[in-house]
């Protein structure tokens, strides 16, 4: 029988953390090493939300020396505390990044780690998702600017960032079906009188939050006398455990460098 993949999860108190433990656990072909977390935490409490031990990223040396896979679902502030104590012990592991709301600063150290190991971010883990960031992509080429673009997003309150990194990723995939950056075409929200009506080649994002909403996309391609439209819903959190794991098992072994979920899924 081959090795079991031994994982640890960073962001173990969160939402998404506790779901990934019960789904290594429920999985004999994954062991679960143990979580980081924002301190380290008592042996009796970490085991009651699925973990054999949660440790600050100060505290995680022990756990990331065996370990064949990092799954990291936190907070930008506890990711970049685990790759400033654990670069070294993170060279060795295969690394699938989760955690949304990334500056560009953290994207640079992403580069970085995949200079000396397998890293895999991505601001969704659905497979549904991934395959709609292609179709937006090919569905911008053929429509061209003829077609104004908005995307609508809704996310439970507690999300902080907005509008989310899959609304981003699908309009960098739409953009660059267009042949342009993101940065050059974006547009965050409509309020007031701004004076002039939509600019031709916008891309417009739309955020909206409450409740208990795990994730809802929109891409809308609006024309003059038809209107297409992607959509995704997202039903339960497991659907980005479930995504996180088949990347973790992908990315082992991989020689050093940045992948994708399109490598994944053979999108690429
Ligand atoms: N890529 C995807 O497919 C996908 C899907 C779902 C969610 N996400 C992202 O994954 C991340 C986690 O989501 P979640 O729903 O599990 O969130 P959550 O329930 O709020 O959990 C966040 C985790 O990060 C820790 N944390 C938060 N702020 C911190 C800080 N300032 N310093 C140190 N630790 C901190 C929390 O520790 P405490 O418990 O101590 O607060 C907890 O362990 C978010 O960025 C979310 O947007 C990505």
Request: aromatic share 4%; hydrophobic share 45%; with cysteine.
């Amino acid at each position: 029988m081959p090795d079991r993949l031994r994982v640890v999860v960073s962001g173990a108190t969160g939402r998404m953390g506790r779901a990934l433990a019960e789904m290594i656990e429920a999985d004999d072909d994954l062991e679960l090493l143990g979580g980081i977390g924002r301190t380290s935490y008592e042996l009796g409490w970490a085991t009651t939300v699925g973990f054999p031990a949660i440790e600050a990223p100060e505290e995680a040396e022990w756990l990331l020396r065996d370990c064949s896979a990092v799954i990291d679902f936190s907070s930008p502030e506890l990711f970049r505390r685990l790759v400033a104590s654990q670069r070294a012990h993170l060279a060795h592991c295969a690394l699938v990044v989760g955690t949304t709301g990334l500056e560009q600063s953290d994207i640079d150290t992403l580069r970085d780690l995949a200079g000396t190991g397998p890293v895999l971010p991505a601001p969704n883990f659905s497979v549904g998702v991934n395959l709609m960031v292609a179709l937006a992509e090919d569905a911008a080429r053929v429509l061209g600017d003829d077609y104004d673009i908005e995307i609508v997003e809704s996310h439970h309150r507690r999300k902080i960032d907005a509008p989310s990194g899959t609304a981003l990723q699908l309009g960098r995939a739409a953009a660059a079906g267009r042949g342009v950056s993101l940065d050059d075409v974006r547009r965050d929200g409509r309020t007031g009188m701004a004076g002039e009506a939509r600019l031709r080649g916008e891309i417009g994002f739309h955020a909206v939050r409450g409740g208990d909403v795990v994730g809802e996309h929109r891409v809308m391609f609006l024309g003059e006398r038809e209107r297409i439209e992607l959509g995704h819903v997202a039903a339960t959190r497991e659907l980005f455990a479930d995504g996180a794991l088949r990347a973790a098992r992908w990315l082992t072994g991989r020689s050093p460098g940045l992948y994708t979920m399109r490598d994944v899924l053979g999108l690429a």
